[in-house]
């Protein structure tokens, strides 16, 4: 069972398109990461949430903590291929088992 | 810089034969990791070492030992490997222990596989 729940497992749009993805979990973190990850890479961190219901912004992409720091989202408006990877969240030395996007020209 | 390095990239190995895995960070990093990636189960941790001269079991540590040589350098070593440790293997550092901050830089994998 994994701590730290992602959905969803895969998803595939088109460029232009809006999206969000999800890391739940049961327990409380007192911070939570999001990594990308390409195929052959270890994973690059994007962004770190350490207060509830933080909202952290990195050009097209929005990350929030939820209020009790149990779950996190992360939303990329105008989805473009650069985009593609494995979206990983983290806490606590556990990771999630990740999105897989793909962004079609 | 080189960040985190890692050799080898790719290793097959024999069930039962054995191998040291290396990792260097370049960063002045205090704690080290030793994560291994299969499909569909995301980052595992097997090992970390806190700070030179400590280390502690991490979520999956068994068939696997460790060695913090020096600051900058952790090497994870299998003694007699078996095919369940076919895997992607990830070392990361980080300034502290993780803590609030969390935040860990990975070098580029050890891709392993045992027949």
């Known amino acids: 069972t994994q701590l730290l729940e992602q959905s969803p497992q895969f998803l595939s749009i088109q460029e232009g398109e809006n999206l969000t993805v999800y890391c739940n979990s049961s327990?409380?973190?007192?911070?939570l990461q999001w990594y990308r990850q390409e195929p052959g890479e270890g994973p690059v961190l994007l962004v770190t949430?350490?207060?509830?219901?933080e909202v952290k912004k990195l050009k097209r992409l929005t990350f929030q903590f939820g209020d009790a720091r149990k779950d996190s989202s992360l939303h990329i408006t105008a989805a473009q291929p650069g985009d593609t990877g494995l979206y990983l969240c983290?806490?606590?030395?556990?990771f999630g088992a990740g999105t897989r996007l793909t962004v079609k020209p | 810089n080189a960040g985190v390095t890692q050799t080898p990239k790719f290793q097959v190995l024999k069930t039962g034969q054995s191998m040291t895995l290396q990792c260097a960070q370049d960063?002045?990093?205090?704690?080290m990791y030793w994560y291994r990636q299969d499909p569909g189960m995301g980052l595992r941790l097997i090992y970390y070492?806190?700070?030179?001269?400590?280390?502690d079991k991490g979520e999956v540590p068994n068939g696997y030992n460790v060695s913090r040589l020096n600051k900058r350098e952790f090497s994870l070593r299998l003694e007699s490997a078996a095919p369940s440790q076919t895997s992607v293997y990830f070392c990361?550092?980080?300034?502290?222990?993780?803590?609030?901050?969390?935040?860990?830089?990975f070098g580029p994998g050890t891709r392993l596989t045992v027949l």
């Open positions: 949430v350490v207060t509830g219901g």
């Open positions: 990361a550092s980080s300034q502290h222990p993780l803590g609030r901050s969390g935040e860990q830089f």
């Open positions: 327990s409380v973190f007192s911070s």
């Open positions: 983290a806490g606590d030395m556990r």
């Open positions: 070492s806190a700070s030179e001269g400590t280390t």
């Open positions: 960063m002045n990093h205090n704690s």
